[in-house]
């Protein structure tokens, strides 16, 4: 890739934003208000906005591989501490995509080095679900279906978080679980129960003010 292409499609974009708009650029300034956090995957074919259809300060994203959202990553932690208690961000969606190369390699008995750890989270998910995964014999509706759960199961580790529970109280903030399905080019919502998953472990994760 020629990278001086980036900078000429970079003045291209500008243009194309103040053509109509001479401010644009002078009110993105002034601060940002999104009503969506959008915790995705780092893969360069799912683009949180374009998917979506939304512009420049309308969402709060951050990716990693395989949308984790582990208790022990920082980044991760202080994006959605800052998008809950500072942005206030009225959702939070966790967002998984069929064809998923962390998940599809979380599947595989091989030694990943340094991302041994990053996927483990996976493989715990399909612990969790084994005897419901096991008995899918299909692979690839099996890897869909990983892919589904472990949106589930992020979207469960972002409700554990304090932050997340009082905004969830207060305000009543919503969680979301959705999939890219990169086949189609559609996003699903996979419309999980999530009021009886928290019942199911609030007597372990509640916490008060």
Same mark, same amino acid.
């Given at each position: 890739?020629?990278?001086?292409?980036? $900078?000429?499609?970079?003045?291209?974009?500008? /243009?194309?934003?103040?053509? &109509?708009?001479? &401010?644009?650029?002078? &009110?993105?300034?002034?601060?940002?208000?999104?009503?969506?956090?959008?915790?995705?995957?780092?893969?360069?074919?799912?683009?949180?906005?374009?998917?979506?259809?939304?512009?420049?300060?309308?969402?709060?994203?951050?990716?990693?591989? /395989?949308?984790?959202?582990?208790?022990?990553?920082?980044?991760?932690?202080?994006?959605?501490?800052?998008?809950?208690?500072?942005?206030?961000?009225?959702?939070?969606?966790?967002?998984?995509?069929?064809?998923?190369?962390?998940?599809?390699?979380?599947?595989?008995?091989?030694?990943?080095?340094?991302?041994?750890?990053?996927?483990?989270?996976?493989?715990?998910?399909?612990?969790?679900?084994?005897?419901?995964?096991?008995?899918?014999?299909?692979?690839?509706?099996?890897?869909?279906?990983?892919?589904?759960?472990?949106?589930?199961?992020?979207?469960?580790?972002?409700?554990?978080?304090?932050?997340?529970?009082?905004?969830?109280?207060?305000?009543?903030?919503?969680?979301?679980?959705?999939? $890219?399905?990169?086949?189609?080019?559609?996003?699903?919502?996979?419309?999980?129960?999530?009021?009886?998953?928290?019942? &199911?472990?609030?007597?372990?994760?509640?916490?008060?003010?």
């Amino acid at each position: 890739m020629d990278l001086n292409k980036i $900078f000429e499609n970079n003045e291209k974009w500008i /243009a194309g934003k103040t053509k &109509d708009n001479p &401010d644009y650029f002078v &009110d993105l300034n002034k601060g940002q208000k999104p009503d969506v956090l959008y915790i995705g995957c780092s893969d360069s074919r799912v683009t949180a906005e374009d998917i979506m259809g939304l512009q420049p300060g309308e969402l709060f994203v951050h990716r990693n591989v /395989a949308n984790i959202v582990n208790a022990i990553d920082l980044n991760a932690q202080s994006v959605i501490n800052y998008a809950v208690a500072h942005l206030e961000v009225n959702h939070v969606v966790i967002c998984g995509h069929y064809s998923c190369g962390g998940v599809k390699a979380a599947m595989e008995a091989k030694d990943l080095g340094i991302l041994n750890p990053w996927l483990r989270n996976i493989r715990d998910v399909y612990r969790a679900h084994k005897n419901e995964l096991n008995a899918i014999e299909d692979q690839h509706k099996r890897y869909d279906r990983l892919v589904e759960l472990n949106v589930k199961e992020q979207a469960i580790n972002v409700v554990k978080m304090a932050s997340v529970q009082r905004a969830m109280r207060k305000r009543g903030m919503k969680i979301h679980g959705w999939v $890219f399905d990169i086949k189609t080019g559609k996003l699903i919502d996979l419309k999980f129960d999530f009021e009886k998953a928290l019942q &199911d472990i609030m007597e372990i994760y509640r916490l008060e003010d």
